[in-house]
């Protein structure tokens, strides 16, 4: 009798993102198409792989992320694993909690830098790509963001406008849960699976900087349905 080795004729794991873009694609709404099995901090972290493998201009990314070590750590695999060309990241960890030794030893592996700053706006400065868990140190935050830059804000609440005074266009993940994207009166270009699914145009320009908010999580049992004067606000066209 043959004996293989452990694994041997086994098709690989399917890739989680283009698992859940194949979903989207088919029509399936992004909180349906996540699922529930995955903790919230994994579920916003594939959300923000997605929304930076559709929205990021082309080229090299430097990443930036602000948060709890949780969160921290589960943005920091998902983009290291799914997201091109990132050489790399910068974190502000608001706890205090260490990156996991076993993360840190793959991305040396893979050739992407890592760098643990003070501060938020230390690891903000110079990134194209900022991923938003928990807002902190507001006084420290570049006065601009550089053209071309991707803010996702997974935070759960408002970023200052002196954060988001730069964005052109502002996403968000799933269209049916916009009422809780009511801040301002800043159009909605797009949700993601409009963007992925090619019904809605997500970058137009090169310089712009875009704003991804992340509803998913916002969502509790039993809020009201979205404000449709809200969802008027979306706009009617991809290249607007």
Not at 57 to 73: I, L, M, N
Not at 146 to 155: D, E, F, H, K, M
Request: proline share 7%; charged share 20%.
């Amino acid at each position: 009798m043959n004996s293989f080795p452990a694994g041997f004729g086994r098709l690989p794991a399917p890739d989680p993102l283009d698992a859940l873009a194949e979903r989207l694609m088919r029509g399936a709404a992004v909180t349906g198409a996540l699922g529930a099995a995955a903790t919230p901090e994994d579920r916003a972290a594939l959300l923000t792989a997605l929304a930076a493998r559709y929205l990021l201009a082309p080229g090299a990314v430097t990443a930036s992320v602000v948060g709890t070590g949780r969160a921290v750590r589960a943005q920091l695999d998902a983009l290291t694993r799914h997201v091109p060309d990132v050489t790399h990241v910068a974190v502000r960890v608001l706890d205090g909690v260490p990156v996991h030794r076993d993360l840190v030893d793959r991305l040396d592996r893979s050739g992407v830098g890592l760098c643990v700053t003070a501060t938020a706006g230390e690891a903000v400065f110079g990134a194209n790509l900022v991923v938003v868990t928990a807002f902190a140190d507001p006084g420290t935050w570049p006065a601009h963001l550089p053209g071309g830059t991707l803010l996702v804000n997974a935070s759960g609440h408002e970023l200052p406008p002196a954060v988001t005074q730069p964005v052109d266009r502002l996403f968000v993940d799933d269209l049916a849960l916009l009422r809780t994207a009511c801040r301002g009166s800043r159009p909605v270009a797009a949700d993601l699976r409009q963007v992925v699914a090619g019904e809605r145009a997500g970058r137009t320009g090169a310089d712009h900087v875009l704003l991804v908010e992340l509803l998913t999580e916002e969502q509790q049992p039993g809020q009201p349905e979205e404000d449709h004067a809200c969802r008027s606000r979306t706009t009617s066209s991809s290249s607007s």
